[in-house]
């Protein structure tokens, strides 16, 4: 055979072999892949991988993005490459079962009618067309969810937005919240009654009330969120003790003195229960409250009071704390994604027992070194000055929210109490009827636990997070409360899920030159400034004096004296100065981060050609040193 057709067969056979392996290859692995970031960028957790090989039917997700709009701004369009190859893992997991498509919906295209009738934000830009991203889904029974906007802002919590869509589709009936509270604000019935939080609970979940007085617990609730709960009998505590057991799924908020409790006939505010704790819980879960409640003066909320005179002013009452996001845990979805504080009203402390075998990861804390109150004198008006009169620093910060995992036993060792519901016989039969039905009586959770705790309930109050004249929430307290209630409704697969790090690494070099630059430069910067304010100062005033408005022209005011003539002059050189100080500071201030940046940009430009040329330069000599041998 000659040489060029067997040269040509060959070149052909060999391109049909690499284009069928492609295809191959493409098929068998397109679910794998190694992720090299160093956050684990597009590596999906547990949680996720379970709720999507457990899908009971296929969900479709459709991905709108205006492409041509995204692209004038870079964090949303590194942002929308980083979702779009996040979704395509879910769709190499979720196999046939995940149906993804992606629309660009331009203006009054087929695409922009199916985004808007979905309800997805249009984000008005500075162009002439609208931004659209966000993320559709439907199910097979048409059920749909939506994102409407996948705000970059949102980025850690992601991963979480996206399985909860998936979930929730999966299983479309809304989740089944059981509340027991003795709150006036959270004991309401009608819809768009009580506290803004229970009525955004009620718009994301099916809620069902518990009376004070119950005999069993309504069936088939998701979560039981107890908020200031009443004293509960053995057989009501019995109730609660078997459902954690058996679901595991609780929100509760306790307090040491609520100020917002309200008691019972004419002297209501003298027979009120200020105090909730955990009861016979505590030994078993192994975290207990404090009996007093707590101030701080590091996250003291400025409030309106009366000052000592009688007028209206702003103070910063210890009492009221508003925890800013850096005293929440970064890494746990429930506060990872608060950009706002969480305001609460003389809450308490929780106290850990590091012999029970149960996992507890604190939510949020309370400035270094808060003081305990008397339980029943926070409960009272108290105001700022009378607390810092009593105010004892403490040694370390306390906790005031967390979150309890992991098995648990009863607390009712001795197996079922008899219910002692008073001399109504009926009832009493009824109970136990609807105990046995319940199931009998466990030892151990059938489930591990997943219980969030608060040590505060006043938090639920408008007052403390709403502007009341507007109805603008200044705080994140309803956005704690629905994320803690959504992830425990999601189940274990999405309690699973934790806030994952951001697609944007940080320059820790440049971070660590501008720390030390405002250390060297903050206090001469400071000292100049204060500098420059007093002469300024000066300056004005003696010109108020003779020369107002005719200094800077040269000619000096015959109000003035000899001496104050002579201090104009050097006052306006030594504000020429200053600024020139200060100019000369600001430009110290740049000039080795301007440097490094003029480094990585030499190093990043030459080093590819530089490489290139040593490879050629090693490889010239090779060949020329084998021709004179």
């Known amino acids: 055979m000659q040489a060029k057709p067997y040269l040509l067969s060959a070149a052909v056979a060999l391109m049909a072999v690499f284009v069928g392996a492609n295809i191959l290859i493409q098929d068998w692995m397109s679910a794998s892949r190694y992720d090299f970031t160093e956050n684990r960028l597009f590596t999906l957790s547990e949680g996720s991988k379970s709720t999507l090989e457990n899908l009971s039917d296929p969900i479709e997700l459709t991905f709108v993005y205006t492409a041509s709009v995204g692209q004038d701004y870079p964090a949303v369009r590194a942002y929308a490459v980083r979702v779009r190859e996040l979704l395509e893992g879910y769709a190499a997991i979720g196999g046939p079962n995940i149906r993804l498509r992606e ?29 659209y991203f966000g993320l559709i889904g439907h199910n097979s029974v048409d059920d749909e969810r939506i994102i409407p906007f996948l705000a970059p802002e949102r980025e850690t919590a992601l991963e979480y937005d996206l399985t909860r869509l998936i979930a929730r589709l999966d299983r479309p009936e809304p989740p089944r919240i059981g509340l027991l509270s003795t709150l006036p604000g959270m004991t309401t019935l009608g819809e768009g009654t009580g506290y803004a939080i229970l009525q955004d609970i009620r718009k994301a979940f099916e809620v069902e009330q518990i009376g004070e007085g119950f005999t069993t617990l309504p069936p088939e609730i998701d979560v039981l969120m107890l908020a200031h709960p009443p004293v509960l009998s053995d057989w009501q505590l019995w109730q609660i003790d078997q459902f954690i057991l058996r679901k595991g799924r609780a929100l509760v908020l306790l307090d040491p003195a609520a100020k917002t409790a309200q008691g019972s ?111 029943e004198r926070a409960a009272l008006d108290l105001s700022a000055a009378e607390t810092l009169e009593i105010y004892e620093a403490g040694e370390a910060p306390a906790i005031l929210a967390a979150r309890l995992t992991g098995p648990l036993i009863t607390a009712f060792p001795d197996g079922t109490p008899q219910p002692d519901l008073g001399a109504d016989a009926i009832s009493n039969e009824l109970a136990r009827a609807a105990a046995e039905e319940a199931g009998p009586h466990i030892a151990t959770s059938l489930a591990d636990a997943e219980i969030i705790l608060v040590s505060d309930a006043d938090m639920l109050d408008d007052g403390l997070f709403i502007d009341l004249q507007s109805g603008l929430a200044f705080a994140d307290n309803s956005a704690f409360i629905l994320n803690a209630l959504d992830s425990l409704a999601g189940g274990s697969d999405l309690m699973k899920l934790r806030a994952r790090g951001p697609g944007q690494r940080r320059m820790v070099r440049v971070d660590r030159m501008r720390e030390a630059a405002q250390e060297k430069f903050f206090n001469e910067q400071a000292r100049l400034e204060a500098r420059l304010n007093t002469s300024q100062a000066r300056l004005e005033e003696l010109q108020s004096i003779g020369a107002a408005g005719e200094f800077f022209d040269g000619e000096l005011g015959a109000e003035l004296t000899e001496a104050e003539r002579v201090e104009l002059a050097r006052l306006r050189d030594d504000i020429v100065s200053t600024r020139a100080s200060l100019r000369e500071i600001e430009r110290d201030f740049r000039q080795e981060i301007d440097g490094l940046e003029n480094s990585l940009r030499a190093f990043t430009i030459l080093l590819g050609p530089v490489l290139v040329g040593v490879f050629g330069l090693f490889v010239w000599s090779r060949r020329k040193l084998g021709a004179t041998r």
Do not use: Y
């Not at 695409?111 to 500075?126: C, K, R």
């Not at 309106?304 to 209206?312: K, L, T």
């Open 103 to 131: 629309i660009d919906p331009a203006p009054f295209s087929e695409a922009e009618d199916e985004a808007l009738a979905a309800g997805l934000v249009a984000v008005e830009t500075d162009g002439a067309d609208p931004l």
């Open 265 to 375: 006939g004419p002297f209501n505010m003298t027979n009120r229960q200020i105090r909730s704790d955990l009861n016979r819980f505590a030994p078993v879960w192994g975290i207990s409250l404090s009996a007093e409640a707590l101030a701080d003066t590091q996250t003291a909320l400025p409030i309106e009071a009366n000052d000592e005179s009688g007028r209206a002013t702003v103070l910063r009452h210890p009492l009221f704390m508003s925890v800013p996001p850096g005293l929440m845990s970064a890494t746990n979805l429930i506060t990872a994604d608060l950009g706002r504080a969480i305001n609460l009203a003389a809450p308490g402390g929780f106290t850990i027992d590091p012999d029970v075998p149960t996992q507890i990861e604190t939510l949020m804390t309370s400035g270094p070194a808060p003081s305990t109150i008397a339980a």
